[in-house]
């Protein structure tokens, strides 16, 4: 997207929402291999373990802090119980089917988010962003036929799909509710609290709570490594840039940079784990990505138009008789 027009921090915004969108494009193949050594639950539960260790450390030094109070609590609330779903549905989704399929079902996010903006927030597409939003589901359906074909993509996987578009959506309309009353730091630290909870608890209901079996996988490196990514470019690093930039950006300007993920997550999965890509999907996978860019450039022309409006309103051009 052009950077005319925008001032300092929407620049620094923009620059992170990409920065954050291609260190979550290798999140769900570092999920994938952390599960082939553990199951799901633990993975989650310990991802969000040391996430939250490591954002307690600077509260805890006195270079972070944390005020949750406000009337506006309930939209942080809100939001920090939708980030333990998104990651259930995100995890399993890549268990029950794989990266390459997960990853371009992700790029639907920017029409569900312009769905879920329009109501939440207002934020009416443009008739060209509509127009491009079509691309991407005609792309998403042409990409669960061949799954389905293959044995990739069965009911199960498709709900689990949808459920990764629905949450996206509503956790960035909802995030970008609560930046004006929250920093990005308090925000991604309520979220990480919430999916902890929630991970963990379930993670020790399905062995017993014994301590050991729980923590077991930490000393395979194949589950370490991975894990440790995870924590710290995509469950912490990520979250904080793109938290900073859903209060610079609009919901359907942010959710556009999510074609950067679905090209480096299916470069990452067909390269690094050998997932196969039919032609069909190949031809899904193009039109999703021309959806995005027209979406992309369409939103680009209707903050141009906007800002210019603005221009216009704060500096009328003088009455010279003529």
């Known amino acids: 997207m052009s950077l005319n027009g925008r001032n300092k921090a929407e620049i620094v915004a923009v620059i992170l929402a990409i920065t954050g969108n291609v260190f979550w494009g290798f999140s769900n193949m570092l999920i994938k291999v952390a599960m082939s050594v553990a199951d799901s639950w633990i993975v989650l539960a310990l991802r969000f373990d040391m996430a939250l260790l490591l954002l307690t450390i600077p509260v805890l030094l006195g270079r972070q802090k944390l005020h949750f109070g406000g ?3 309930k939209l942080l609330l809100i939001l920090a119980l939708l980030e333990p779903v998104y990651y259930f549905f995100e995890s399993f989704a890549i268990k029950y089917t794989n990266v390459t399929y997960a990853s371009v079902v992700q790029a639907l996010t920017p029409v569900t988010a312009a769905i879920a903006a329009a109501i939440v927030l207002s934020e009416i597409p443009t008739r060209k962003q509509a127009f491009f939003a079509l691309f991407p589901v005609v792309g998403i359906l042409l990409m669960v036929l061949s799954g389905n074909r293959l044995g990739i993509v069965d009911g199960f996987g498709i709900f689990l799909l949808a459920g990764i578009c629905i949450t996206s959506a509503v956790l960035r309309s909802f995030n970008r509710s609560a930046a004006p009353y929250f920093s990005a730091y308090e925000r991604t630290y309520a979220m990480m609290l919430a999916s902890c909870l929630v991970f963990n608890f379930r993670a020790l209901m399905l062995v017993n709570f014994d301590l050991g079996t729980f923590l077991s996988p930490l000393g395979n490196p194949v589950f370490l490594i991975p894990v440790v990514l995870l924590v710290i470019f995509c469950s912490i690093g990520s979250s904080i840039m793109v938290n900073f930039a859903a209060s610079r ?3 359907m300007e942010l959710a556009s940079y999510s074609s950067i993920c679905t090209i480096v997550s299916m470069f990452s999965g067909i390269v690094f ?7 069909q999907s190949f031809i899904g996978t193009v039109l999703v990505l021309i959806g995005l ?4 450039k369409a939103a680009a022309e209707a903050y141009t138009l906007s800002a ?3 221009n216009a309103e704060t500096n009328p051009v003088p009455d ?3």
């Open 249 to 251: 950006l609009s919901v």
């Open 308 to 310: 210019a409006d603005n």
């Open 273 to 279: 784990l050998h997932e196969p890509l039919t032609f």
């Open 71 to 73: 009337r506006k609590f």
């Open 320 to 322: 010279n008789g003529k």
């Open 293 to 296: 860019r027209g979406m992309n």
